[in-house]
């Protein structure tokens, strides 16, 4: 065997192992989108709990729980298992520490469930909560992603992260859409955030269907539910009207939640799918790999058909004007150089803001609710002290910078003593 043949051995070995790392990064996204799928059903139903003051869906929440259990012990031994690898996995510094957060978040899971079973936090702090584990979860696999070095399994891998993002934006579009309908019907905050969320999460299936094979689009339009689709439009519409809702919330509530449900349901198909089908192309590739390496002319004729192409080659046919090449060509062709790290890059951008926009709604939905407690406390105080509205304010702003505490917190104070100061002469 030549130098070459023997370098070119070499490397043939050092992409069987890239392949092998790929498989197990297979593996943790099946079991990452499973645990996904089971929190995004437990926080639906929690949201319905709550807005319902544990009158609907106690039941079916605690199934849920009991079904996220199982699969969250699968989960930890996968993370488990890729903090503690000694290989090449567990050597990015950005990967351990996401796992870490999301270990720190699975360890706190128990606590919000105990605190939903007692109806002591309310459904959007409840959504946040569950929100920022999910996240965590997602940019777990992303993070490990980023070691994939395949054109092929990268566009694959592109493909299932921007579906798993839009599957869970359509699963917070569940959680938001379950309080407006179970409750007395949706602020302006909650309108806000729904059509955010409907939004966003088109995007994201937009962006997976660009990157998905023509077999799995083919897939995801069978997957789609037509009738499903019909009553989760005509849902959205009413939820985005700021008249009352005429039927009872009740009834509405479970609704959305059932046809919603359906539609993730089918999603999580389409995922399975995908999933099934990169594991394919991982072992595809790595059987090619070592028939080729089985027999020396095989080293001899692909060192005889000349070397790759460089990356700077391929970014001088993206700018040279040729319109006879199709961008989705040229994509492909990038993805084979080291500009493959800016669509993880942009993944996670794209993950970032959207937490970004969650949070600041929340921040929102905060000062709105601390802004109506205030108002109440004025209220009391107006009735039970005969002083003016103005009065009142500043009597609240001036007690709270005396005692060192907010508004919010105050008024909070206040309004639990409402039926002492009520019964003052």
């Known amino acids: 065997m030549t130098p070459a043949e023997e ?17 197990t990064i297979c593996e943790l996204v099946g079991d990452t989108s499973h645990f996904i ?20 869906f106690a039941d079916r929440r605690r199934e849920q729980i009991q079904d996220c259990l199982c699969m969250e012990q699968a989960m930890r031994q996968r993370l488990d298992i890729l903090g503690k690898s000694g290989g090449r996995l567990a050597t990015s510094a ?28 309310l459904p959007d702090e409840a959504t946040v909560l569950f929100n920022r584990l999910i996240s965590g979860l997602l940019s777990v696999v992303f993070d490990a992603a980023d070691t994939a070095r395949d054109p092929d399994i990268t566009l694959a891998l592109v493909g299932i992260f921007h579906l798993m993002q839009g599957k869970e934006l359509a699963g917070q579009e569940r959680a938001c859409g379950a309080v407006g309908f179970t409750a007395t019907g949706f602020d302006e905050p909650h309108r806000q955030l729904l059509q955010q969320l409907i939004e ?29 689709l019909a009553g989760i439009h005509q849902l959205r519409e009413m939820a985005g009207r700021s008249d009352p809702l005429t039927e009872p919330a009740s009834s509405l509530g479970e609704t959305w939640y059932e046809l919603t449900t359906r539609r993730i349901d089918a999603i999580k198909e389409v995922e399975d799918y995908l999933n099934r089908e990169l594991a394919t192309l991982c072992q595809k590739k790595v059987v090619a790999t070592r028939e080729t390496i089985a027999k020396p002319e095989n080293l001899h004729a692909e060192l005889a058909t000349g070397s790759p192409s460089p990356a700077c080659q391929q970014l001088v046919e993206l700018f040279d004007g040729n319109a006879t090449q199709e961008l989705g060509e040229l994509t492909v062709h990038l993805m084979d150089s080291p500009l493959n790290r800016s669509l993880i890059d942009l993944m996670r951008a794209q993950a970032s803001r959207l937490q970004g926009i969650s949070d600041d709604l929340e921040t929102t939905r905060k000062t709105l609710r601390e802004r109506k407690l205030v108002d109440r406390a004025k209220g009391l105080i107006m009735a039970s002290q005969q002083m003016t509205e103005e009065e009142a304010y500043r009597f609240l702003r001036k007690s709270s910078m005396d005692q060192g505490k907010s508004m919010s917190e105050l008024a909070t104070t206040i309004l639990g003593l409402s039926d002492i100061l009520l019964k003052q002469p």
């Not at 799928?37 to 319905?48: D, I, M, P």
């Not at 966003?200 to 037509?226: I, N, S, V």
């Open 94 to 121: 950005r990967l351990l520490s996401r796992i870490a957060h999301v270990w720190h978040g699975l360890d706190r899971l128990n606590e919000l469930r105990r605190e939903i079973e007692a109806l002591r936090i």
């Open 7 to 23: 370098l070119l051995l070499a490397a043939k070995r050092c992409e069987i192992d890239d392949l092998l790392h790929l498989a």
């Open 200 to 228: 966003a999460q088109q995007r994201c299936f937009d962006t997976f269907l660009e990157f998905a094979t023509p077999k799995a689009r083919q897939y995801w339009e069978q997957q789609m539910p037509g009738r499903t």
């Open 37 to 56: 799928h089971g929190l995004q059903k437990e926080r639906g139903a929690s949201n319905v709990y709550l807005a319902s003051r544990g009158e609907r």
